[in-house]
């Protein structure tokens, strides 16, 4: 089967479920054969792997030599129904005889990696290869201490000289401290516009400098997140070269690797667990969970998470993914943190104003045709573009007032492609000297949307951006003085990342503030108010709100100002042909324009597009013949896909095939029925697989525990319903011993927190 076809990746036992119960060691062995191929070692060449190496007191089952044959780690091989661990004591005796550091314990099924000098065993996806396991070895020669590694008090970065701020030298200094202590995961928060990225540049040069580090993957969760990362890569790591992944394959061996998740989640068969030695996730509120958390768990790496906002959901708890979770207080605690009213009171950030607009229609809802439609229903499920107009007037006349007398860049934040478009229509009817540019969307259906977000940030016009969801997280526009919130939002974490794109400071405009205007009760909702030391009529009081960020206020005295002003827009009685309704049906947003399309439709026209476009274009031609495209290759087609008609983007055949995890090449190959892709049932089995078995390396189960929990997962992948603790009263759990074995394995009440666990974040996120 080819690692090409999604089913590759659907478990084996789902496939033979009973092969496994009746495993000897010497099925143990051939099935540690294949993943030590996999890794890339060569296990006929006895330079490399020998087996049944004779020592002291016995035989190792494996010893892996480096490129110069010498020992460099041992395997010690087990039956699939005992414990890998039970071998440790065997493992680290034979380790010391050979005088390796490295030990692999495995049963066939748990890989557990243990470089017993320096830190206890850690279950891992696969072997490592034996370049990882020589790069070890090296790094563990040139290793410095951290404190005797300079933190450099100004960096030169693309074309500017910047001084490295206190908080960041001490951000760096609490990372050093928390590396040396051997712990190896980290969650930084810091403000939207404080230099998260340049902070952490800082930190991987002195990592590379102290010999920790010699492979780095940097996870974004868009590819303009990690081109903006690279340039400042480039420039002040430029003697370790990178690479941005985004769709093709690696092409070289570099330092850092830039990859977006759905990449490196395709081509995690293309790395061993010892590849990276640091990962580090930004915007990791966000990115990493769900199937997504199998590239972090993938690594055996130092694990950094970057963030302004982190998450405390069940299923999506930022904290504990850095193991920044105490569980007794049932609180996260971030391995550092400075948040925006931190960085305003300190001068760092731009202070804020909030505006409050209200219209009729945003308070009550709207009656059409004898259904009552609520205001969480506007621009969803029903249109009403007086609404709109008035929005673009108050606006604009709010502006006139602010005794302002120029035009201010801003940010507005959509529901519906459509809404944008809509918006975008009205604000450039209301400053008409402007001849249409005073506003332009920026989706991912507009071409070439990366010149687009160029000309809002660099040249005059247009003042106004309109995105839907694209310009929340990671958009760096220092220049922008206006949030418009149009878009309704109940997550604190999107309303703060919304607003934090105002939160920089711009000398060449001298902004030290900016305003949030509010059409939608956002910040009512969250409890915000101004926060603007700048502001001449800000009212300093004293207390501090429960609001968004309480967690960060608590942690020390703050002063808040109140809300400058509040309006009511009237919003003249809607007549029927004010209102557009929205028909709920299968359909997807194409083009800046927001038309809907049935995705039915959609599909058949891509199809007949790529099958067209095979007879004479030659990347869909080497795709039909199975070869990789390049990175550049790959933007050379995606333009020219998304062309004005169709606007075929992987966005959108994401939405329209409801496979997420799809790329380019994949559609590509469907439309050219030479690849199948998954069905929903095998896509929910793969999802419910990557989460398992990241779940189990981030637990770090013993071999036991293990083997009971697969058992769970492969029943609950035929039954398709929650599991509870009766399960183990059913015959295939009473041939292992049943409930009150389940129970003596996992110390009892742990039973029942574990299932719980299993439910929420894997079953669920499946």
């Known amino acids: 089967m080819s690692k090409d076809n999604p089913l590759y990746k659907l478990p084996q036992e789902n496939i033979q479920p009973k092969s496994k119960k009746a495993l000897r060691e010497t099925d143990t062995r051939m099935i540690i054969d294949r993943k ?16 049944e190496e004779p020592v002291k007191d016995g035989f190792a089952d494996y010893l892996l030599r480096d490129r110069r044959g010498r020992p460099t ?44 000098k320096n830190r206890p065993e850690q279950k891992v996806t696969t072997f490592f290869s034996q370049k990882d396991l020589e790069k070890l070895s090296v790094l563990r020669k040139l290793r410095k201490p951290l404190s005797i590694i300079p933190i450099p008090d100004e960096v030169f970065v693309q074309g500017e000289l910047k001084r490295i701020r206190p908080y960041q030298k001490t951000a760096i200094q609490v990372m050093d401290r928390t590396i040396e202590s051997g712990k190896r995961r980290m969650l930084i928060v810091m403000a939207t516009g404080t230099g998260k990225t340049l902070n952490v540049a800082v930190q991987i040069k002195r990592l590379f400098e102290a010999g920790l580090i010699e492979r780095v993957l940097f996870l974004v969760d868009r590819i303009e997140l990690g081109k903006q990362a690279q340039d400042t890569f480039n420039d002040y790591l430029n003697e370790y070269p990178s690479e941005l992944l985004f769709g093709g394959r690696q092409k070289r061996e570099s330092s850092i690797i830039i990859g977006t ?9 293309n790395f061993t667990s010892g590849y990276f030695d640091l990962v580090i996730s930004d915007e990791a509120h966000r990115s990493i969970y769900s199937v997504y958390n199998a590239v972090l768990t993938h690594f055996d790496a130092i694990r950094i998470g970057l ?25 996260g605690k971030p391995t550092f943190i400075y948040g925006i009213r931190q960085g305003i009171k300190e001068g760092y950030l731009a202070g804020y104003d909030i505006l409050r607009i209200d219209t009729k229609v945003s308070l009550e809802g709207i009656t059409y045709e004898g259904e009552d439609y609520n205001p969480e229903d506007l621009e969803r ?20 007032k602010s005794g302002q007398n120029r035009y201010r860049k801003a940010i507005v934040y959509a529901i519906t492609q459509k809404h944008a478009a809509q918006l975008t229509y009205y604000f450039n009817q209301v400053y008409p000297e402007l001849k249409g540019r005073h506003a332009e969307v920026i989706t991912s259906n507009v071409p070439d949307a990366d010149r687009a977000i160029k000309r809002f940030k660099q040249e005059e016009l247009p003042y106004m951006a309109v995105s839907v969801g694209m310009l929340d997280t990671g958009f760096d526009c220092p220049g922008a003085e206006n949030i418009v919130m149009v878009r309704p939002t109940k997550s604190p974490i999107l309303y703060q990342q919304m607003r934090g794109r105002g939160s920089r400071l711009c000398p060449r405009i001298n902004k030290t503030s900016f305003r949030i205007y509010d059409f939608v009760g956002n910040t009512e909702y969250f409890n915000d108010e101004s926060y603007n030391p700048y502001s001449e009529v800000a009212a300093i009081r004293h207390g501090i709100p429960w609001g968004v960020e309480e967690q960060e206020l608590a942690a020390e005295e703050r002063a808040t100002y109140e809300v400058k002003r509040k309006t009511f827009v009237q919003v003249p009685e809607t007549a029927p042909e004010n209102v557009d309704l929205v028909v709920k049906r299968a359909h997807i947003e194409v083009g800046p324009e927001g038309e809907r399309v049935d995705v039915d439709d959609y599909q058949q026209h891509w199809e007949r597009e790529i099958q067209s476009l095979a007879k004479i274009d030659p990347l ?68 419910v697989t990557d989460l398992f078995e990241s779940w189990l390396v981030d637990k770090n189960f013993d071999g036991e525990q293990a083997k009971i929990l697969r058992m769970t997962k492969s029943q609950y992948l035929a039954r398709k319903e929650k599991i509870e603790l009766s399960i183990f009263n059913e015959p295939i759990f009473r041939q292992i011993g049943g409930l009150n074995h389940a129970l003596k394995i996992f110390n009892g009440q742990n039973l029942k927190v574990t299932i719980q666990e299993l439910n929420q974040r894997v079953f669920a996120g499946g």
């Open 381 to 400: 499920r029903i249109n009403v573009p007086a609404r709109n107009e008035q929005i673009a007037k108050a606006y604009r006349q709010e502006e006139e």
């Open 73 to 116: 780690a041992v395997i010690e091989a087990k039956r699939y129904s005992i414990d890998p661990g039970a071998g440790k004591r065997q493992a680290l005796e034979y380790a010391k005889n050979f005088k390796v550091d490295f030990i692999f314990l495995s049963n066939g099924e748990e890989i557990y990696f243990w470089d017993h």
């Open 261 to 269: 998740l759905p990449t490196i989640y395709s081509q995690l068969d």
């Open 307 to 331: 963030t302004a906002t982190p998450s405390m959901f069940i299923d999506r708890n930022t904290y504990k993914l850095f193991d920044c979770w105490d569980e007794r207080e049932q609180k």
């Open 620 to 687: 869909i031609q080497k795709v039909k013949d199975g070869k990789e495209l390049t990175e550049d290759e790959i933007l050379e087609l995606s333009e020219k896909l998304n062309s004005p008609e169709f606007y075929f983007n992987e966005a959108n055949l994401k939405a329209a095939y409801h496979y997420p995890e799809g790329t380019l090449s994949e559609f590509i190959k469907a439309a050219l029925k030479i690849y199948d892709l998954p069905t929903e049932q095998q896509l929910k089995e793969r999802r």
């Open 36 to 51: 030590l191929r996999e890794a890339g070692w060569d296990i006929e060449d006895k330079s490399q792997v020998s087996t």
